[in-house]
């Protein structure tokens, strides 16, 4: 994201791709630079979304 590589319209299709590929849901407030910054973050993000279980 810092790079300038994605815009707000290929961030939404990683999220979309994250969450079909991986069972997971995302949301809005989790698309930030910290956790979309590079494929390490975004593993992280994966990860962390696995090993918790949805809320609500």
């Known amino acids: 994201m810092t ?3 994605l815009d707000s319209f290929a961030v939404l299709n990683v ?3 994250l969450e079909d590929q991986f ?3 995302i ?3 989790e698309t930030v ?3 979309l910054n590079t ?3 975004i593993v992280r993000l994966v ?3 696995k090993a918790s279980p ?3």
């Open 33 to 35: 630079v910290k956790n």
């Open 23 to 25: 069972g997971v849901s």
């Open 27 to 29: 949301k809005p407030r």
């Open 15 to 17: 999220v979309t791709f």
């Open 47 to 49: 990860t962390s979304k």
């Open 54 to 56: 949805a809320i609500g």
């Open 3 to 5: 790079s300038g590589m």
């Open 39 to 41: 494929i390490s973050d």
